[in-house]
C-alpha cells in the first residue's frame, strides 16, 4: 500500500512540484531580502509573503494531485484516462523547470560567497555605532533618536567579541558630511553602524544598516515597523540582528537587557532627553538634564536608571554646572539611597554607589571592586571608565591609570574628558612632552572646549610661568568657561595686579547663578585682603561686600576666613564654633561650605584631630603624593603630617611643590603659606620661612601683605 502511494505521488509528480515550489518560494524571499531596505518596504511585508508562501506549499502539492495538464488544459486526473496521461512529458518539463531553479539559486550562493560583501574574518570586530537620523515629521526627535542608537552602542558594547567606540568620540559625527570611509579611520573601526528613527505618534520605524569602512558598502540592513510601545524589544531584536551579521555565535538572551528601565513610555521620553543633555556638559543643560530626569522619576518611582542617571548630573554640575555642594550633596545622598535598595542592578548604579562610598567613606578596597565590575559590564562608558580611573589614582596607581586611560583612548579617542585627566597625570609623573603630545589633539579635536581652557591655561601656567599669556588665552577663547576656568580667569587678573577687573568680573560670574561656588572662595578673601591694604585711596577697591552682592553674614564669614587665612584665627574658631558645638556635629552637617576644610584644618592644628574624619579623602592624598614627581595637590603635605609623617624634609618638598597651584577651592591658597594652616607643621622651620619668603616675593612682588583684617 505505502509502495503504491509513493508511486502514485511520483507519477503524479507532486514531488517534483513540491522541489520547484520550495527552491521557487526560497528564490523569492532572497530577492525580497535584498530589495526590502531600497524600496522601503516594511519589515511585515517579507513575513507576509513567508507566511502565503508556507500556506500555499500544501495547496500546491493537492493540486499537482489533484489535476493534470493535458494538451486539452488542465482536468481532473480522475478524468484522465491512462493511457492518454502525458504526465511523463509534464514530468521532464518540470525537471528542466527544477533544472533552472537549482541553476538559479545556486549562480545566487556564488554571488552571494563571492561577490556579496560579508565579514572578513581576519579582520578585528571593531564598530562604531553613529546616531541614528531623526526622520520623524517635525524633526523635534533628534533625542530619541540618539536614545535608541546609544541603548543598541551600550548592547553591542557588553559583548567580549567586540570592540565598541565609546559614544562620546561615536557621536561627534552627528550631521558630519564626512565619507563614511573617512570616520571610520578617525575613529579606528572596520566596521559602522548607521540608521535613521521615523517617529509618528505611537508608531515607529527604524532603519539600520551595517557598513564596511574598507568599502563603504553596507554588509546588512533591515527595516523594523513597530508600535512605540514595543521599543525595548525592538532595540533587542535589532541588535541580535547586528551580532548575527558580524557573525557572532550568540543567542538572542545572551544579548544584554538595559535593567533599571521603566515600562512607562512618558517617563522614558523624559529619561532620554535629560540623558541627552547631561552630554553637553554646560549649566544650562545640566540644569534642565536635572528637570527632565526628576520629571521621568515623578511618573515612575521605581525608575532605577532614572535616578543613576539624575546622581551622575548632580555630580557633573559640581564641575559644569555652578551648582553649590549645599545643593549637591544632600540630592545625590537621597538618590544613593533610594539606589541601594531597588532589586535592579547595571553597570551605572553600581558606579554611582561606588562614587557614593568614596566620597563619604573610607573604603578604598570596596570601592574599586565596584568600579571595576561596572567598567567589566560597560567597557565603553565614559562617565564608568573616568569614575574608575580618578579612584585609581587617588589609590595611587598613578601609572596603572596612565596605561588603563591611553587604552580607554583608543576606543574614546575623541573624549575630552579621558584626556584632559590622562594629561594631568602625566604633569604629576613630571611627564611634560608627553602631556604636551596630548594637549596639542586636545586642541585640534576640542578648540573650544572649556576643558581645554583649563588645561592650557595650567600648562601656561605651570610648565611655562606665563601668567599673562594664560590670562591672553583665556580671555580670547571663543568657547564656554566651566567654574573652574572662570575662577582661573579672576586669580590672573588677581595675579596680574588688575584688581578692579578682578572684582567686576568675579560679580559677574557670581550673579550668572545668583550664589556663591566654593571655587571662588579664595578669590573673595584675597581681594578682601586687597582692599584693606591697598597702598593708597586712589587703588583702593569698590567696596567687595556691594560689588559681590555679600549678605552681612556671608561678608563676615568672608573676612574670618581671611583673617585665619592670615594668622589671626580666634574670630573664625569663635564663629564656627558657635555653629558646631562639637566635632560630630560638624560630621554630621549636610551640606559643605567655602571654608568648612579651612575650619578643620584649624581645629586639627590644635589638637582636635576628630574634625577631619569629615574628609575622609584626606586619608588617600599621602600615597598619591608620595608618588608624583610635580605638583598634585596643595594639601599633600597637610595630609602627610596629619597621617604621622615626621619628614621635614619630605613635607618641605611637598609643600614647595604646592606653592603656585591652582586647583577648585583653594586657589590663592599659596599667598597665606607663611600664615594660613595649610603649611602649620613648617612654619617653625627655617628652610621653609627662606623657600616660602623667597616664593611670595618673587611670584607677587606688587601684592600687598597677608596681614589680617580688623584687630
Known amino acids: 500500500m505505502d509502495n503504491s502511494i509513493f508511486a502514485e505521488l511520483k507519477r503524479r509528480n507532486v514531488f517534483k512540484v513540491a522541489s520547484v515550489y520550495l527552491i521557487a518560494s ?3 524571499l532572497q530577492i525580497i531580502t535584498v530589495l526590502t531596505p531600497y524600496l522601503k518596504l516594511p519589515a511585515l511585508f517579507g513575513t507576509i509573503v513567508t507566511v502565503v508562501l508556507i500556506v500555499a506549499f500544501p495547496f500546491a502539492c493537492i493540486f499537482a494531485w489533484v489535476f493534470e495538464l493535458t494538451p486539452d488544459g488542465v482536468k481532473l486526473s480522475k478524468n484522465v484516462d491512462r493511457d492518454e496521461s502525458i504526465r511523463h512529458e509534464t514530468g521532464s518539463k518540470i525537471n528542466y523547470i527544477l533544472m533552472v ?10 554571488y552571494d560567497k ?10 578585528a570586530l571593531t564598530i562604531a555605532v553613529l546616531p541614528f537620523a531623526d526622520m520623524s515629521p517635525d524633526k523635534s526627535q533628534e533625542y530619541f533618536s540618539d536614545g535608541i542608537a546609544e541603548e543598541i552602542l551600550n548592547s553591542l558594547a557588553s559583548l567580549q567579541q567586540l570592540k565598541v567606540i565609546a559614544r562620546t568620540s561615536s557621536f561627534q559625527f552627528k550631521d558630519a558630511k564626512q565619507d563614511i570611509r573617512s570616520i571610520a579611520t578617525t575613529l579606528g573601526v572596520n566596521y559602522l553602524l548607521e540608521g535613521s528613527v521615523r517617529k509618528d505618534k505611537s508608531a515607529l520605524r527604524v532603519t539600520a544598516q551595517l557598513i564596511d569602512a574598507t568599502t563603504g558598502s553596507p554588509i546588512w540592513s533591515e527595516t523594523y515597523d513597530r508600535k512605540l510601545a514595543d521599543i525595548f524589544a525592538l532595540q533587542d531584536e535589532l541588535t541580535f540582528a547586528i551580532t548575527q551579521a558580524l557573525k557572532l555565535n550568540l543567542l538572542p538572551e545572551q544579548v544584554r537587557v538595559e535593567q533599571g528601565m521603566s515600562s512607562n513610555q512618558q517617563a522614558y521620553d523624559l529619561f532620554l532627553q535629560g540623558r541627552d543633555l547631561s552630554y553637553q556638559r554646560n549649566p544650562q543643560a545640566l ?25 551622575v548630573v548632580y555630580v557633573l554640575s559640581e564641575f559644569y554646572g555652578e551648582l553649590s555642594a549645599e545643593k549637591v550633596n544632600p540630592a545625590i545622598k537621597d538618590l544613593f539611597s533610594d539606589l541601594l535598595v531597588s532589586e535592579s542592578v547595571f553597570p551605572l548604579k553600581l558606579t554611582v554607589i561606588a562614587n557614593h562610598i568614596e566620597r563619604t567613606e573610607n573604603k ?3 570601592v574599586m571592586a565596584l568600579y571595576e565590575r561596572a567598567a567589566m559590564q560597560a567597557p565603553s562608558d565614559s562617565i564608568i571608565q573616568n569614575w574608575r580611573l580618578l579612584a585609581l589614582v587617588e589609590a595611587g596607581e598613578l601609572e596603572a591609570a596612565i596605561q588603563a586611560r591611553e587604552a580607554f583612548y583608543k576606543i574614546n579617542p575623541l573624549d575630552q574628558v579621558n584626556l584632559y585627566n590622562l594629561i594631568r597625570v602625566l604633569y604629576w609623573l613630571n611627564q611634560p612632552e608627553k602631556a604636551d603630545h596630548y594637549i596639542k589633539i586636545l586642541q585640534e579635536t576640542a578648540p573650544t572646549h572649556s576643558l581645554t581652557a583649563n588645561i592650557v591655561t595650567m600648562q601656561l601656567l605651570f610648565q611655562q610661568k606665563q601668567p599673562q599669556q594664560a590670562l591672553e588665552y583665556l580671555q580670547s577663547f571663543t568657547g564656554e568657561l566651566n567654574s573652574y576656568s572662570k575662577s582661573l580667569h579672576v586669580e590672573l587678573l588677581i595675579d596680574t595686579h588688575q584688581f578692579k577687573k578682578a572684582l567686576n568680573t568675579l560679580g559677574r560670574y557670581l550673579g550668572e547663578y545668583g550664589q556663591y561656588h566654593q571655587h571662588y572662595g579664595f578669590s573673595i578673601v584675597n581681594l578682601l585682603a586687597y582692599q584693606s591694604n591697598a597702598a593708597s585711596m586712589a587703588d583702593k577697591l569698590q567696596d567687595v561686600r556691594s560689588v559681590l552682592k555679600l549678605s552681612e553674614p556671608d561678608y563676615n564669614y568672608y573676612l574670618q576666613a581671611q583673617q585665619a587665612l592670615s594668622g589671626n584665627v580666634q574670630p573664625f574658631v569663635d564663629s564656627m564654633d558657635r555653629r558646631f558645638a562639637s566635632a560630630d556635629i560638624f560630621k554630621a552637617f549636610p551640606l559643605e561650605q567655602p571654608f568648612m576644610l579651612l575650619y578643620a584644618m584649624i581645629k586639627y592644628n590644635g589638637g582636635y584631630s576628630q574634625y577631619l574624619a569629615r574628609y575622609p579623602y584626606l586619608s588617600k592624598i599621602p600615597k598619591v603624593c608620595r608618588k608624583t614627581a610635580g605638583r598634585f595637590n596643595e594639601l599633600c603635605a597637610f595630609a602627610l603630617a596629619a597621617s604621622g609623617e615626621s619628614d621635614l624634609e619630605l613635607l618641605l618638598t611637598q609643600a614647595t611643590n604646592s606653592f603656585g597651584m591652582i586647583n577648585p577651592g583653594f586657589i590663592g591658597v599659596e599667598r597665606y603659606a607663611l600664615t594660613g594652616p595649610h603649611f602649620h607643621m613648617l612654619h617653625s622651620y627655617p628652610e621653609f620661612q627662606r623657600q616660602a619668603s623667597d616664593y611670595l616675593a618673587n611670584t607677587y612682588p606688587n601684592w600687598p601683605k597677608m596681614v589680617a583684617i580688623g584687630p
Open 287 to 311: 540644569q534642565r538634564a536635572i528637570s527632565f530626569l526628576e520629571q521621568a522619576i515623578a511618573l515612575d518611582a521605581n525608575f532605577a536608571l532614572a535616578k543613576a542617571q539624575l546622581y
Open 364 to 366: 578604598p578596597d570596596k
Open 101 to 110: 531553479s537549482l541553476l538559479l539559486a545556486l549562480a545566487y550562493i556564488s
Open 114 to 123: 563571492m561577490f556579496s560583501q560579508s565579514i572578513d574574518a581576519s579582520k
Open 26 to 28: 526560497w528564490l523569492v
